[in-house]
């Protein structure tokens, strides 16, 4: 694989779209319920599912918002979205290609802004929360949920070392307060943050992305290797299965008060 990590991203998940449509991680989980919770609340007329990969946000989204504009890198994701919110007849799904780091969208134009799952893809996360940011309309709602790293220095390259074997176009799992930094220098302010654990079933984790077998050994071969504390912090199972941290951080224009 050569050229620029866009390239990287559209080429690592491409051929991968339909598994990203059906994957059990993906379509469920505590973060997705409550990212349908707010918006069944807010009922958005337009909303932004940046970086949308198999678009669970979006067919979460449809029935509460006006809209739903579905952005991503990568042609086949799109293309397997507007497919599958078709099949499910969810006819307000609209997708659009392009990078977070430069929307092509007018300022303000979304009531509501989620990304799941994306933003340890971006080449320049802080661009892409900047432009998050942006095409958020006045009184809008931005939610991020992601994996976030350990703040202790042990286990975050661990994790990052582990993430980038079975993934070339992973950037980097950003501990919680590189996102609280992050999310206000873009102009946010954070009004609500929720930590969950979630475990990764180490066959269908590397499965999901194809991981070519010496990376999984390689991926064993670090966690058989690691200190016993890295070895507790993540659950470390004899299979290879894991579990990580995630959060949910739910934000609004900063000077906007609270919503």
């Known amino acids: ?26 379509a469920g989980g505590e973060d997705l319920d409550r990212i349908a919770e707010i918006l069944r609340a807010r009922a958005p007329a337009r909303l932004l599912d940046l970086g949308c990969g198999g678009g669970h946000v979006a067919y979460r989204a449809a029935p509460h918002a006006g809209e739903v504009v579905a952005l991503d890198l990568t042609a086949e994701m799109l293309e397997a979205v507007a497919r599958t919110a078709g099949e499910r007849g969810l006819r307000n799904i609209a997708v659009r290609q392009g990078a977070a780091e430069a929307l092509p969208f007018p300022d303000g134009g979304f009531d509501a802004v989620v990304s799941r799952f994306s933003v340890h893809h971006w080449r320049d996360a802080e661009a892409g929360l900047r432009e998050a940011r942006r ?19 042990l286990f975050d390259t661990h994790l990052q070392a582990v993430e980038l074997l079975r993934d070339p176009s992973h950037v980097r799992d950003y501990a ?11 102009g946010f302010t954070v009004t609500g943050a929720t930590r969950r654990r979630m475990r ?14 010496d990376h999984a ?17 993540f659950a470390i199972e004899p299979d290879g299965s894991f579990t990580i941290d995630a959060m949910t951080f739910e934000a609004i224009p900063a000077g906007t008060g609270a919503v």
């Open 1 to 26: 694989m050569t050229g620029s990590h866009h390239a990287v991203v559209a080429d690592q998940y491409g051929p991968r779209a339909g598994d990203y449509v059906s994957s059990a991680v993906h």
């Open 135 to 153: 095409v958020l309309a006045p009184g809008g709602l931005a939610v991020f949920a992601d994996v976030v790293a350990p703040e202790t220095p």
């Open 176 to 186: 919680a307060s590189e996102w609280m930094g992050m999310l206000a220098r873009a």
């Open 200 to 213: 990764m079933e180490f066959a269908s984790w590397t499965a999901r992305t194809r991981t070519p077998p």
């Open 217 to 233: 050994r390689a991926i064993r071969s670090l966690q058989a290797l690691a200190p016993a504390e890295t070895r507790a912090h």
